[in-house]
């Protein structure tokens, strides 16, 4: 099995990531096969594994949670082709043996409606404080432009 992350990026563009071990960690630490230099993202965030041809995706008891398709994983959660993983702000589809040929970004889910709409909360900065260059972050993205944030966070190092 060929298996890879594609990252979606604001205004349609991607890059993609081979899974190339048997398990993968995704996470902010340098030891991580998987490097996510954001603030949002906890050392150690979640692990993908593969075995035959199943793919499986374990959250690591990280702060903000691990999504697939919207749903929180908990415990191990099989991962197919097409599946929209979420980490933090950033937003992969799993490719599977090149499938889906053509990467789209998931669609979002309507709102719920309500009589009144909830003032949205403020933003605030994490410990240690962030320049405005991240105050355009938001994990309801279905993809982020990391094209004027390298300086900031580096490229994901690839496996």
Same mark, same amino acid.
């Given at each position: 099995?060929?298996? %890879?992350? *594609?990252?979606?990026?604001? @205004?349609?563009? =991607?890059?993609?990531?081979?899974?190339? @071990? &048997? *398990?993968?960690? /995704?996470?902010?630490?340098?030891d991580? %096969?998987? #490097?996510?230099?954001?603030? $949002?993202?906890? #050392?150690? =965030?979640?692990?993908?594994?593969?075995?035959?041809? *199943?793919?499986?995706? #374990?959250?690591?008891?990280?702060? +903000?949670?691990?999504?697939?398709?919207?749903? #929180?994983?908990? +415990?191990?959660?099989?991962v197919? &082709? +097409?599946?929209?993983?979420?980490?933090?702000?950033?937003?992969f589809?799993?490719?599977?043996? @090149?499938?889906?040929?053509?990467? *789209?970004?998931?669609?979002?889910?309507?709102?719920?409606? $309500?009589?009144?709409?909830?003032?949205?909360? &403020?933003?605030? &900065?994490?410990? +240690?404080?962030? %320049?405005? $260059?991240?105050?355009? /972050?938001?994990?309801? %993205?279905? @993809?982020?432009?990391?094209?004027?944030?390298?300086?900031?966070?580096?490229? /994901?190092?690839? /496996?």
């Amino acid at each position: 099995m060929n298996a %890879d992350l *594609v990252l979606l990026k604001k @205004g349609g563009a =991607h890059k993609t990531f081979s899974l190339r @071990g &048997a *398990v993968t960690v /995704l996470g902010r630490r340098h030891d991580c %096969d998987l #490097r996510i230099p954001l603030p $949002s993202v906890s #050392r150690r =965030h979640c692990e993908i594994q593969q075995n035959g041809e *199943v793919l499986k995706i #374990r959250d690591l008891e990280s702060t +903000g949670g691990t999504f697939v398709n919207g749903k #929180r994983v908990n +415990g191990d959660s099989p991962v197919k &082709a +097409g599946d929209a993983i979420r980490i933090g702000p950033l937003t992969f589809v799993c490719q599977i043996d @090149g499938k889906p040929e053509k990467i *789209v970004p998931p669609k979002k889910a309507a709102p719920a409606k $309500s009589k009144q709409a909830a003032p949205k909360p &403020a933003k605030s &900065a994490p410990p +240690g404080g962030l %320049d405005d $260059s991240f105050a355009d /972050l938001d994990a309801s %993205d279905s @993809g982020i432009d990391l094209e004027g944030l390298d300086s900031e966070l580096g490229d /994901l190092e690839e /496996l």
